[in-house]
Nanobody, 109 residues
């Protein structure tokens, strides 16, 4: 199983970003998968996940984040809007014991 996150970058406060996690060795249509993020000097926190037919969003991003699966591309996507500097972190995708390499997101003017 391999996971490859992409889509990070520099975003202005109030802006939006779409992250993608390309999976190989598993099907995003059936696997439980998650997004986590880790800000400098802080622990890694769960952000969102897909479990069977359900999706769940952490309180820290609820109302401005959406997690979705693209079964044709076999990717797990995370869309975040109205971003603030507090969203600055390395974002990781995860499934079971497998972690992607992370993609840096920086929210700054």
């Amino acid at each position: 199983v391999q996971l490859q996150a992409s889509g990070g970058g520099l975003v202005q406060p109030g802006g939006s970003l779409k992250l993608s996690c390309a999976a190989s060795g598993i099907s995003v249509g059936s696997a439980a998968m998650n997004w986590y993020r880790q800000a400098p000097g802080k622990q890694r926190d769960w952000v969102a996940g897909v479990f069977g037919f359900s999706t769940r969003i952490a309180d820290s991003v609820t109302g401005r984040a959406t997690v979705s699966r693209d079964v044709n591309k076999n990717t797990l996507n995370l869309d975040i809007s109205r971003m603030t500097p507090e969203d600055t972190a390395v974002y990781y995708c995860n499934s079971g014991n497998t972690w992607g390499q992370g993609t840096q997101v920086t929210v700054s003017s």
